[in-house]
């Protein structure tokens, strides 16, 4: 089984996804499984029906037996979401969540519309793709062994998380600066998941988006930190409530984009990482000049490390990919050293 992060396997599911070929992806909770591949479908035209045969029994996924009008037989009637694919007119993507939770009996049942994309004569429209994702039995997450038969009618694939991939990521959907800021500096904790025993937590994607929206809640300190252990756990909130507290001290944004020449340059690592956050996330059309300015008096102290990782997260504003100043950083001495790095 390859390994493949989340823009790779964006690519694979926008090829198998017209062409009906169906495909499992494997990895740990919270990484993004379920979103990347609602993600695709969307981009590709296609609505998202989304199952959990965790819950189903055998019947949901093979059929309820009946017998025919004319006694003659046993039917296999469709119910559920099976019988919702089977209805579709418009291109649909059957989304088999948590397909290892469910037991041994459900998987031989679906065997017949994943392989014969057919239910007991009944066919699956051909504007139906099936796509599966499951965590790994080897996590200890509570998932059975997925039979043979069925796991050979997949492409089977691992997402991992990374980096950068979540960097970009967290830019489009709005994270908050100061989780974006700490987890450029501390990389490690993006995804530190392991299996607990008890009703502890520990870092994940999912689980930093869940930190973004705590911090907009407006809570107390105490609150606060308590929520925050709560979803990435105690290690990972204290470090994070050290590096907010950090980027409470620094200068606003907006004295750097009404001063750029001279407002203050950091010198700290933590303190680099949460004002680039802040101004990656607050810059604007009108404000991107400055941003520049800001970054080449940067790149000048010596943090061209810095100055490069603003630029890609910078590219990740969709709202700001028309503007004009992407021809200002190219033909700038900080631009051309960034993209020198790029072709190394």
């Given amino acids: 089984m390859q390994t493949l992060k989340p ?41 998202a029906l989304l199952a959990h045969p965790s819950t189903w029994d055998p019947v949901d996924a093979g059929g309820f037996p ?5 006694r003659t037989r046993i039917n296999k009637v469709p119910v559920g979401r099976i019988a919702d694919a089977l209805a ?24 017949q519309l994943v392989l014969a994309r057919e239910l007991d004569g009944q066919r699956l429209p051909e504007c139906v793709t099936i ?7 080897t996590k200890h997450t509570g998932t059975h ?6 796991k050979s009618r997949f492409v089977v694939v691992k997402l991992a998380p990374d980096h950068a991939d979540w960097m970009r990521i967290a830019m489009q959907r709005g994270v908050a600066p100061e989780i974006v800021g700490f987890l450029a500096f501390k990389p490690g904790l993006l ?3 392991e299996p607990r025993a008890d009703m502890s937590v520990t870092p994940s994607p999912r689980a930093w ?60 690592p933590s303190a680099v990482w949460a004002l680039i956050g802040a101004l990656v996330h607050t810059v604007a059309e009108n404000t991107a000049s400055a941003f ?25 504003r969709e709202d700001m990919a028309q503007s004009g100043i992407w021809g200002q950083i190219a033909t700038s001495k900080m631009g051309k050293f960034i993209l020198g790095i790029n072709r190394i």
């Fill in 7 to 47: 823009t790779q396997l964006a690519e694979l599911l926008a090829a198998c996804i017209p062409a009906k070929q169906p495909v499992l992806v494997v990895g740990d909770p919270g990484i993004g499984k379920t979103q990347i591949v609602s993600q695709a479908a969307a981009k590709a035209g296609y609505d």
């Fill in 66 to 70: 009946a017998v025919a009008l004319d």
């Fill in 88 to 111: 579709c007119t418009q291109p649909t993507v059957l989304f088999l969540d948590d397909l290892a939770h469910a037991p041994a009996a459900v998987h031989a049942s679906l065997m």
């Fill in 131 to 137: 796509v599966a994702a499951s965590n790994e039995r």
């Fill in 145 to 150: 062994s997925v039979i043979e038969p069925l």
């Fill in 191 to 193: 995804h530190a998941w």
């Fill in 209 to 268: 988006e869940c930190a973004s929206r705590v911090l907009a809640m407006g809570l107390s300190k105490a609150t606060q930190h308590a929520a925050l252990c709560g979803v990435v756990g105690e290690g990972a909130a204290g470090e994070l409530a050290a590096f907010v507290k950090i980027a409470s001290t620094l200068v606003p944004p907006s004295v750097v984009f009404a001063a750029p020449k001279t407002a203050p340059l950091p010198t700290e």
């Fill in 292 to 316: 520049l300015t800001y970054l080449e008096r940067m790149h000048g102290a010596g943090l061209a490390e810095y100055v490069a990782f603003a630029v890609k997260l910078f590219a990740a």
